[in-house]
């Protein structure tokens, strides 16, 4: 297809109709321009493919396909190749089923532990984030699907997520809730990028020129397509004005007769209507080319890659004497409602038509094992049934170990509404309470989609959390559970004991429809440890059945600029007895800083198998990201001068190996003095330390040429004198020079524009 011939001998009308979907899955097609209709569906985990009833809710079946680990269960992963496995083969389910766009992944950051999307996005953290979102759109599109990053932005709450306004400043903006999205917009090149309901700032993100054109296009580079999610338009023309191109669903062409006035009317210039039919037919013809007519998928094979996935995400979070892995001869007690129907996707538009679920009962009875199985609870129920914990109880003691299968059931975890608290039903609480004081021998199996309070987790002898683990769930956590696997998952978000503990307890999900991000940078594990306040479980954190130790910290330079690249490495060594994953973790924190930091942060990480007694050296890369943070007087990232202590280890508070480097800083930050300007930055500057040290000492009546004048040892004396008048004045405007008495208002109306015009602070 020749693009730009085609858009010549569009009219007004067909252009319009273009920048609208056709029915709820394709774009708009033009037979007699030859012009076909794309596919796309949702699908981050799973492909949800309608083939009659159509609804972007999950409302309707959609065709059986293989269900997958949900996002923030891959998160737990902390593997790259994880995520580019699950990208790979959902890319050739997709060229099987002719799916040319995969609506995915979600890349909103996790700010509250009741988002009800939480299932559906990695991390509290923008690096994890953007890391492991690479990774998936880098494979998904390696087989010719174009994947549609969302939602684009500050999308981070079900509350008012149709209509609510985001209040959030440019740096935690850029810093947290951008940073992801422009990681995976240079690295990984999204065909396509999904603008959110909300909107940012006091403007909806479907209108908003600043997000989709100034920052997306014009900063990052994005040269995709930008698509509104469903039904997140207010007024198509100021879409089109602010850089939309497609909207979607279709409709009944109302929107398409908005257009044709506007430009009619000379409100809209035609150029613009034109690069967003530019934008859509390059995506459409990108499509035609890298459709492959003859592609098959073994559903058979993609079950398994999904255990696999589910094996490598699971989290062991506490284990006491080693009690997994289990033994195959001791009498097991299996508990718990989800042990038959497990809880293993999320629900809303993201939901899959499993091609074959495996519970974990059935595995267990597959192998032989010496298992009774008792419900203990109904999952479409709150109120503990006392018959139903009696009967576990009396299970539970008459075994070596009870394992409860628990967490959150679908309605308290799904598209289009909030969690409202915490805490799992009463009824699972209450059961494990019980059959823990009747058998100290506990293990609870964790089906959760995000984090929840635990009473009882001082009660239990070990927790394997295996998220919400996609339909090979019950493989899973038999093969770990038996120790044919070993876990190596780490948690990708907080588990704080008390919701009131978050950072956004007080601002989530906001008043009648307005949420302001007070928190600002200070999102999950970087308030916490800001804070000093203890977790139940912290970020990054997960436990194995071998010992891994860290030794022989080495970095290639210990002074660098923040143009330079550097390298650090470590020996990991598996001191155990069983084969495990060790992920390795590295977090920056920076020494005393002019700008409020998080005390560390993850500034990168790899997951590194080990044979007992295996060694082996693990290496990064240091460079600019690494050690910037997002300047909102440049707006843009800046790497301050300052000593950076540099650790690694296992999770966000086991960090064993440090070493501080020293960064230079190579751009200048611009300080505009006034005579309000605190005395503590002008002496920051050469020139007014300068300036205001000649000004001090005249205080003590020793004028610059008696100072000049001076022996070094009558200098220093002076010096000595001039100090606690310097540290006192820090905090007073510089005017304060001339109240002194020591200052005329002329010199210091020379020194500010001297200032300003000659000189500059290097941070």
Known sequence: MQIKDVISKLTLEEKASLCSGQGYWHTQPIADK?????????????????????????????????????????????????????????????????????????????????????????????????????????????????????????????????????????????????????KVVKQAHPRAIMCAYNALNGTFCSENKSLLTDILRDRWGFNGLVVTDWGAVKNRVKGLLAGVDLEMPGGSGAQDKNIIEAVRSGKLDEMILDKAVLNILTFVNQSINNQQRDATTNLDQDHQIAVKLAVNSAVLMKNNNNLLPLNRDKQLAFIGEFAEKPRYQGGGSSHVNSYHVDTALNWARSQHLNINYAQGYDQDKITPNSALIEEAVSLAKKSDVAIIFAGLPESFESEGADRQS???????????????????????????????????????????????????????????????????????????????????????????????????????????????????????????????????????????????????????????????????????????????????????????????????????????????????????????????????????????????????STVPIPIHYTSFTAIGKVVKNPLGKKVVLETLREVLHVTSKQYQESSTSDQKKIDQQCEPILQSALTMPLSSLVSLGSMKSSDLSQLITNLNTKSSLKK
Not at 598 to 606: A, S
């Open 422 to 664: 915490m805490a799992m039903p009463e009824n699972q609480d209450a059961l494990i309470m019980a059959v823990t004081e009747a058998q100290p021998n506990t293990v609870v199996v964790l089906h959760t989609g995000s984090a929840v309070e635990m009473p009882w987790q001082n009660n239990v002898a070990a927790i394997l959390n295996m998220g919400l683990a996609g339909e090979g769930v019950g493989s899973a956590t038999g093969k770990l559970l038996f120790g044919e696997n070993n876990p190596s998952g780490r948690l990708s978000e907080t588990y704080p004991y008390h919701l009131e503990d978050s950072p956004s307890f007080l601002n989530f999900p906001g008043e009648e429809g307005t949420v302001h991000y007070r928190e600002n940078i200070f999102v999950g594990y970087r308030y916490y440890d800001k804070k000093k306040l203890s977790v139940a479980f912290p970020f990054g954190s997960g436990l194995s059945y071998t010992n891994f130790t860290y030794s022989n910290l080495q970095t290639s330079s210990t002074t660098i600029k923040d143009t330079d690249q550097a390298t650090i490495s470590c020996l990991v060594k598996n001191e155990g007895n069983y084969t495990g994953q060790e992920v390795v973790q590295l977090y920056v924190e920076p020494g005393e800083s002019a700008v409020l930091r998080p005390q560390r942060e993850l500034k990168n990480f790899t997951k590194v198998l080990l044979q007992p007694g295996e060694c082996k050296r693990v290496s990064f890369t240091l460079d600019k990201e690494t050690f910037a943070y997002y300047n909102d007087q440049i707006h843009n990232w800046h790497v301050e001068s300052n000593s950076y202590t540099l650790s690694i280890g296992p999770t966000s508070h086991n960090l064993p190996l440090s070493v501080n480097i020293q960064v230079t």
């Open 34 to 182: 030859k012009i076909p209709a794309i596919l796309m569906c949702d699908g981050p985990v799973g492909l949800r493919k309608q083939n009659k009833m159509e609804d972007n809710l999950g409302l309707y079946d959609s065709v059986q396909t293989v269900c997958f680990p949900s996002t923030s269960t891959l998160a737990n992963s902390f593997s790259r190749e994880s995520l580019a496995l699950v990208g790979q083969t959902l890319g050739s389910e997709c060229q099987a089923q002719n799916v040319s766009m995969l609506l995915g992944p979600g890349m909103n950051i996790k700010r509250n532990p009741l988002g009800g999307r939480n299932f559906e996005y990695y991390s509290e953290d923008p690096y994890l984030t953007g890391e492991l979102a690479s990774s998936y759109v880098t494979a998904l599109q390696g087989k010719g699907v174009a994947a549609c990053t969302k939602h684009f932005a500050g999308n981070n709450q079900e509350t008012y997520r149709m209509s609510g306004n985001s209040i959030i400043e440019e740096r935690p903006l850029h810093e947290i809730y951008l940073a992801a999205f422009e």
